[in-house]
């Protein structure tokens, strides 16, 4: 486990003035992936990177556990999944088959996609007209979703949909979350086509050792976002290769 430090900032207290310092943790394979993390949630490179032993953490702040199947996690969780989905071509597709149809799908969409978050322990934020956008205390379970989620449309052979992952600390107000790690996700969905999952590099990072496989889509450009982004999908369907 890594505790990263981040930059200092000069505080004003009375007539004198002292540096002062704040703290993130962040649980992952290695420095550079804390790193990423860190930059991802909050657009700022640490400082300073410390490792420090999981017992001395627990001794701190108790232990953790990952949320059980069919639990949601605490709503109050800092780091955060954040997946997006949407159904390509709705528009085109009430065209086409006329409203009651189009209604149809996507009631087909919202029960599979919440049933998989019961399953994997996610929590729906809110409906987007031809998604959902979702949030989960762990990577891999978001992952884990977005692979159920697919597999059991592609089974229906009805409705095509294209997802989005991305990760970092999204701020939370009136039950809604908010940003970079917000943006990313619905960004990663919106170069999604359909039947793909693209997640954010921190995503495909957190998952390693977890049994995905994932190809590298390589940098891309999103919009609000000021450098290119290393973009992955992941590989859901029988002999796929990463």
Sequence with gaps: MFRINTASVICATGSTSQPARSFCLAEAPSADVAMAVHREAHGLLPEEIIEVEGKDVEGLLGTTQEVPRRQTPPPDTAFRAVLFTD??????????????????????????????????????????????????GSVARAVECSIMVQRALAAEDSVRLRIGIGAGEPVEESNDIFGAAVQLAARACSKAVAGQIIVSGVVRDLCIGKGFAFTDRGRVRLKGFDEPVRLFEVSWRGGENA
Excluded: N, Y
């Excluded at 996507?106 to 934020?125: K, Q």
């Design 87 to 136: 159904v390509e071509g709705s528009t085109a597709l009430t065209q086409r088959l006329g409203d009651a149809r189009a209604m149809e799908l996507l009631r087909v969409h919202d029960s599979t996609v919440r049933g998989a978050l019961t399953e994997t322990g996610g929590r729906e934020i809110k409906h987007t007209g031809d998604g959902l956008m979702a949030s989960f």
